[in-house]
Every structure is written in C-alpha cells, then in structure tokens.
C-alpha cells in the first residue's frame, strides 16, 4: 500500500524521474513501461501522467536531468594539476555512463528507438560543456578551429572507446581513463605541430 506523503509538484516529478532513470540503468528502453516505473517511484498511473505523456517524454526528460548532473559534476571546483584534472572529469563520464549503460549503450549504438532530435540535443550539450570545461581549465579563450576540432574529435574518441568498453568490459576502468588522457594529449601534440596558438597553449601548461 502506498504511502501518504507531503511533496511538492518538483518533488513528484523528481521522484518520478529518479526511478526512471535508475531502470533505464538497468535495461534498455523499450524494456521499461510506465507500469515498472510508477512501482518503482511508488506511485499511481495518473499521478505519472500527470507529469509525463508517456514512455518517451519521461526518457528525454530522465536523460536530461542526469545530464544536468553530469554537466554540474564537469564544472566542480579545479584542483591538482592538468591531468590530474582531465583524469577526473573523464572519471565522471565513464561512472555516468556505467551507471546507465543500458540506456547509453542505446542512445549511442546506431539505429537506437531512442535516438531522437531530442536526446540527440541532449548528448550534443554534453559534449559541448566537456569541450568547454577543458578550454576554461586551459585558460584557452579564443580556441583556434584546429583546437576545437582537436577537441571535439576526443569527445567522440571518449564516447565511443566508452561505448566499446561497457559491452566488454576487458579492462580496468582505471587503465582505461589513463589511456584516454594520453590520447588527449596526444591529439594535442599532433595539433600543436600545426598550430602555432596551440603550441603556445602547451608550452604554458
């Protein structure tokens, strides 16, 4: 029987999403209904719908709000060197995707019934914070376009690599962050060859 409790519409609606996305962790979309995630957040059908149309809306919104998560984490205080750093924000990218990885595995693999305009907004957002993160750690601001793509071709090699070692899993998560912080720099070494201001840039740090 469920219980009376006070909350806030905001509240509801967190509850909601909340155990949506704590399902959507554990299988895939198609795989959850509104049944499995109202018995989850203990509440009723209506009450869901009250909040949400249906499957669809409370996935991109699910996404969204662990995005938003995601983003905030990106943006915590810096402290330690560089790497040290880059190391911890590909840390919280790897845990985000652990913690949802039927849902990631999904969204990413081509083809996906989740891959919309919306939740591909959504994923896009991310990237850009990520690739803005690293430019303000850098104190880079005004990156060359040689720079942004150097950038924006990491975040896809982190995405990707990401997606390949969840359906794997063939090596510590720790061995893999290492490996994508050396390919990072890397990049960056390869692009400093050709750009004089990313040269500049590397020389400083």
């Not at 690599?161 to 893999?176: C, F, I, S, V």
Request: glycine residues 4%; contains cysteine.
């Amino acid at each position: 029987m469920r219980t009376a409790r006070r909350m806030t519409p905001e509240q509801r609606r967190r509850q909601l999403l909340e155990a949506a996305i704590s399902l959507y962790g554990q299988r895939p979309y198609e795989q959850v209904s509104v049944d499995d995630i109202v018995a989850a957040a203990d509440v009723s059908r209506p009450l869901f719908y009250r909040y949400f149309s249906g499957p669809s809306e409370i996935y991109v919104a699910a996404l969204r709000f662990a995005a938003d998560g995601l983003i905030a984490k990106f943006a915590a205080p810096a402290e330690g060197p560089l790497l040290a750093q880059l190391r911890s924000l590909i840390g919280e990218f790897i845990a985000f995707a652990e913690a949802h990885s039927a849902a990631f595995i999904a969204l990413l693999r081509g083809g996906s019934v989740v891959a919309t305009a919306e939740t591909g907004a959504v994923v896009d957002d991310v990237r850009r914070h990520a690739v803005a993160e690293i430019l303000t750690r850098t104190g880079v601001t005004e990156p060359s376009p040689l720079a942004l793509l150097t950038l924006n071709c990491w975040t896809a090699v982190v995405e990707g690599t990401t997606l390949t070692w969840l359906q794997e899993r063939d090596l510590p998560r720790d061995e893999l962050e290492d490996w994508l912080v050396d390919q990072l720099v890397a990049m960056v070494t390869v692009t400093a060859n050709r750009d004089p201001d990313v040269a500049r840039t590397l020389r400083s740090l």
